[in-house]
């Protein structure tokens, strides 16, 4: 019987924990899509608990403990941290199987030094340490604890990127963060938020946007100043992919129709936010830049809990909807032209995975490696057997040896152990492909790739 995650976690042969540990393991971290505060890096935010640190915001963890039965009070609500984490710690023995038990116990023993498991014994001792541990760990700390050498923040297009612009001033911090545009809520015109942040779009780019072709001109400024401010990236929530072609006079009469409050209907939708698209697409193939696609959730399931806590708190699951001809007719909209920029493609539902690993080939390029990608698993997908079928998906289909690899998706500072969970998912993988006699023993080799998967892929994907 294996010792419960000890160096050798998830590393099944010799040749896993070789790649593993010379390879992988002291790789940097460049994390291209996560949901960290960028005030919060700017101020080196000083957490007052570890409630506050690792409870604060995760609906992951929110989600297990109302399965439990525990009052919102106590996930949500005005309980004390003390007895937010207690209750937390009430859930811990019971998550078998959840990645969110490995994920919390991998934080506990990089970021904390802690080997014990969680649980309600052991859980006022842990507390404590870590408290105490926190008053010098700052959100600053625990990014440079990580390795962390580069990370994208995500923002709105009206955003100032003031902060962004004082953390690249600040030269006693030399991790790079840097913006990923974040267009969805002009894009989604069914919404009824769509109107008053035509409006704010208006007054920030300084366009009065009163037809498509000023909508569109807005959004080519803001394109403009987040590349001046350094973003090389734009990241999108089609939790629905939406495409149908539509003229400039089309698009123009759903603005208008949008605008003046009337119900569209879906293929008006469609049109629209095809052509945002479109436009949106091409703006970013002509500063290089690197568009994602994050597609299939289906959001905000309980109206009665949305209008209590409002959205991202736990009550989404994964949309089933089928999407492949409609994604297709997308990019091959841009590619017509030779206006596809290079693009991620990551899909919620794990069926989609084979879906999404072979339409990336029918739009590669010569000169450009791996243009098209396939994103890592992904929010409910970003667990062992997750990860293990996109790696397998990709493989079987395309390069994974030039793949871009993982990113946290999170809101947390402690997040930063998904990579290492990864990373071993991706050495225990590759090493029994080599022990299996299914890919020759040269571990020199594969372990570059290893570390081209880790960091140097994506590394190279988002230079400009």
């Not at 340490?129 to 923002?155: G, H, P, W, Y």
């Not at 003031?162 to 969805?184: C, N, T, Y």
């Not at 290089?288 to 289906?298: D, E, R, S």
């Not at 493609?345 to 490696?369: H, K, M, S, W």
Request: charged share 25%; net charge negative.
């Amino acid at each position: 019987m294996k010792k419960f995650m000890d160096k050798d976690f998830i590393l099944e042969t010799e040749t896993a924990q070789k790649l593993y540990h010379e390879y992988a393991a002291d790789m940097p971290i460049f994390d291209f899509h996560c949901h960290l505060n960028v005030q919060e890096i700017y101020e080196d935010k000083k957490f007052r608990s570890i409630t506050e640190a690792w409870l604060g915001g995760d609906h992951y963890k929110w989600r297990l403990m109302r399965q439990l039965g525990v009052d919102e009070s106590y996930i949500t609500g005005d309980k004390s941290d003390w007895e937010k984490f207690a209750k937390f710690a009430e859930v811990m023995p019971y998550a078998i199987g959840n990645p969110i038990y490995h994920w919390t116990h991998l934080e506990l023993q990089r970021f904390f030094g802690i080997d014990e498991q969680l649980s309600p014994e052991t859980a006022k001792s842990i507390y404590d340490r870590c408290n105490e541990k926190l008053q010098t760990l700052t959100a600053r700390q625990l990014i440079k604890m990580s390795n962390v050498k580069k990370l994208f923040t995500t923002d709105d297009p009206v955003d100032d990127l003031h902060f962004h612009k004082l953390i690249a001033e600040d030269e006693s911090f030399d991790v790079v963060v840097g913006p990923a545009f974040r267009p969805d809520k002009v894009i989604n015109i069914e919404l009824s938020t769509y109107i008053p942040y035509i409006e704010k779009l208006g007054e920030v780019s300084g366009i009065k946007i009163d037809c498509i072709e000023n909508l569109c001109k807005a959004l080519e400024s803001r394109v403009e100043f987040f590349d001046s401010m350094g973003c090389v990236c734009s990241d999108h929530a089609l939790d629905v992919v939406m495409y149908a072609p539509a003229s400039d006079a089309d698009a123009e009469a759903v603005f208008q129709k949008a605008m003046s409050g009337k119900k569209l209907t879906p293929t008006e939708t469609e049109q629209y936010k095809g052509y945002i698209l479109v436009f949106l697409g091409k703006q970013y193939a002509k500063r290089n830049w690197v568009q994602q696609y994050h597609i299939g959730a289906l959001r905000n399931n309980s109206k009665r809990y949305m209008s209590i806590l409002g959205p991202d708190t736990g009550f989404d699951a994964i949309e089933d909807q089928t999407f492949a001809k409609k994604l297709s007719m997308l990019l091959d909209k841009l590619d017509s032209t030779d206006e596809l920029p290079k693009t991620i493609l990551y899909c919620l539902n794990p069926r989609d995975n084979e879906v999404l690993a072979t339409i990336i080939n029918c739009f590669q390029q010569g000169g450009a490696v791996s243009k098209m990608q396939f994103g890592s698993a992904w929010w409910f997908n970003d667990q062992k057997d997750g990860m293990e079928r996109q790696l397998m998906a990709l493989s079987q289909v395309a390069l994974l040896s030039k793949f871009v690899g993982m990113l946290t998706d999170s809101r947390s500072f402690l997040s930063y152990t998904r990579h290492e969970y990864f990373r071993r998912i991706l050495c225990n993988m590759l090493g029994n492909l080599i022990e299996n006699g299914e890919y020759p023993a040269n571990v020199e080799f594969v372990g570059q790739i290893v570390r081209d998967i880790c960091y140097n892929n994506s590394i190279a994907y988002f230079t400009k």
